[in-house]
Protein backbone atom coordinates (compact mmCIF):
# COMPACT_ATOMS: atom_id res chain seq x y z
CA UNK A 1 0.00 0.00 0.00
CA UNK A 2 1.12 3.58 -1.07
CA UNK A 3 -0.11 6.56 0.17
CA UNK A 4 0.42 9.94 -1.83
CA UNK A 5 0.24 13.37 -0.74
CA UNK A 6 0.52 16.47 -3.14
CA UNK A 7 1.82 19.91 -1.82
CA UNK A 8 2.97 23.10 -3.72
CA UNK A 9 -0.07 24.15 -5.82
CA UNK A 10 -1.65 27.49 -5.84
CA UNK A 11 -2.72 30.85 -7.86
CA UNK A 12 0.01 32.05 -10.13
CA UNK A 13 0.03 34.59 -13.40
CA UNK A 14 0.66 33.44 -16.95
CA UNK A 15 4.45 33.00 -17.45
CA UNK A 16 5.10 32.01 -13.42
CA UNK A 17 6.26 28.83 -12.64
CA UNK A 18 4.90 26.51 -9.48
CA UNK A 19 6.92 23.00 -8.11
CA UNK A 20 4.41 20.39 -7.35
CA UNK A 21 6.06 17.78 -5.01
CA UNK A 22 4.26 14.43 -4.48
CA UNK A 23 5.68 12.24 -0.63
CA UNK A 24 5.15 8.73 -0.46
CA UNK A 25 4.62 6.75 2.18
CA UNK A 26 6.29 2.93 2.50
CA UNK A 27 10.00 1.67 1.98
CA UNK A 28 9.00 0.45 -1.52
CA UNK A 29 9.09 3.92 -3.53
CA UNK A 30 11.59 3.15 -6.07
CA UNK A 31 10.16 0.25 -7.48
CA UNK A 32 6.91 2.73 -8.73
CA UNK A 33 6.77 4.36 -11.84
CA UNK A 34 5.47 7.34 -10.75
CA UNK A 35 3.45 9.79 -13.05
CA UNK A 36 1.14 13.70 -12.65
CA UNK A 37 -2.27 13.55 -13.83
CA UNK A 38 -4.10 16.66 -14.28
CA UNK A 39 -8.14 17.31 -14.75
CA UNK A 40 -9.33 20.18 -15.82
CA UNK A 41 -12.75 21.50 -15.03
CA UNK A 42 -15.25 19.84 -17.20
CA UNK A 43 -12.38 17.78 -19.12
CA UNK A 44 -11.22 13.58 -18.92
CA UNK A 45 -8.06 13.56 -16.53
CA UNK A 46 -5.11 13.53 -18.38
CA UNK A 47 -1.35 12.25 -18.10
CA UNK A 48 0.94 14.94 -18.37
CA UNK A 49 4.32 13.74 -17.02
CA UNK A 50 5.75 10.29 -16.07
CA UNK A 51 9.30 9.05 -15.03
CA UNK A 52 10.54 5.40 -14.75
CA UNK A 53 11.57 3.74 -11.17
CA UNK A 54 14.97 4.95 -11.26
CA UNK A 55 14.37 8.44 -12.80
CA UNK A 56 16.28 7.48 -15.86
CA UNK A 57 13.01 7.90 -18.51
CA UNK A 58 10.53 10.16 -18.65
CA UNK A 59 6.94 11.04 -20.68
CA UNK A 60 5.62 14.29 -21.23
CA UNK A 61 2.32 15.16 -23.09
CA UNK A 62 2.72 17.46 -26.35
CA UNK A 63 0.66 19.89 -24.58
CA UNK A 64 3.72 20.23 -21.63
CA UNK A 65 6.61 19.77 -23.27
CA UNK A 66 10.09 22.11 -22.67
CA UNK A 67 7.93 23.69 -19.85
CA UNK A 68 7.04 21.14 -17.16
CA UNK A 69 9.78 19.10 -15.64
CA UNK A 70 9.16 15.71 -13.72
CA UNK A 71 12.22 14.45 -11.64
CA UNK A 72 11.73 11.80 -8.55
CA UNK A 73 14.19 11.65 -5.13
CA UNK A 74 14.26 8.00 -4.16
CA UNK A 75 16.18 8.80 -0.96
CA UNK A 76 13.40 11.19 -0.24
CA UNK A 77 10.49 9.35 -1.73
CA UNK A 78 9.15 12.57 -3.18
CA UNK A 79 8.29 12.97 -6.84
CA UNK A 80 8.15 16.56 -8.06
CA UNK A 81 6.99 18.64 -10.88
CA UNK A 82 8.36 21.70 -11.73
CA UNK A 83 5.82 24.05 -14.07
CA UNK A 84 7.58 26.49 -15.95
CA UNK A 85 5.95 29.50 -18.69
CA UNK A 86 2.89 28.27 -17.30
CA UNK A 87 -0.52 28.98 -19.08
CA UNK A 88 -4.42 29.92 -18.50
CA UNK A 89 -4.68 26.38 -19.55
CA UNK A 90 -2.49 24.37 -17.22
CA UNK A 91 -5.21 25.24 -14.77
CA UNK A 92 -6.28 22.04 -13.13
CA UNK A 93 -6.49 19.78 -10.37
CA UNK A 94 -3.07 17.89 -10.33
CA UNK A 95 -2.72 14.81 -9.11
CA UNK A 96 0.13 11.90 -8.36
CA UNK A 97 0.11 8.57 -8.84
CA UNK A 98 1.72 5.06 -8.73
CA UNK A 99 2.08 2.27 -10.37
CA UNK A 100 3.87 -1.29 -9.42
CA UNK A 101 4.21 -2.41 -13.34
CA UNK A 102 3.41 -0.21 -16.66
CA UNK A 103 -0.31 -0.27 -16.98
CA UNK A 104 -3.53 0.61 -14.84
CA UNK A 105 -2.32 3.37 -11.99
CA UNK A 106 -2.59 1.62 -8.58
CA UNK A 107 -2.52 4.20 -6.71
CA UNK A 108 -3.37 8.02 -6.30
CA UNK A 109 -2.89 11.28 -4.14
CA UNK A 110 -5.84 13.94 -2.92
CA UNK A 111 -5.27 16.22 -5.55
CA UNK A 112 -3.93 20.02 -5.92
CA UNK A 113 -5.43 23.07 -7.43
CA UNK A 114 -3.51 24.97 -9.85
CA UNK A 115 -4.49 28.23 -11.24
CA UNK A 116 -2.93 30.17 -13.80
CA UNK A 117 -4.96 33.40 -14.31
CA UNK A 118 -4.35 35.54 -17.37
Known amino acids: QVQLVESGGGLVQAGGSLRLSCAASGRTFSSYIMGWFRQALGKERELVAD????????YYADSVKGRFTISRDNAENTVYLQMNSLKPEDTAIYYCAATARSGPWDYWGQGTQVTVSS
Open 51 to 58: ISRSGGYT
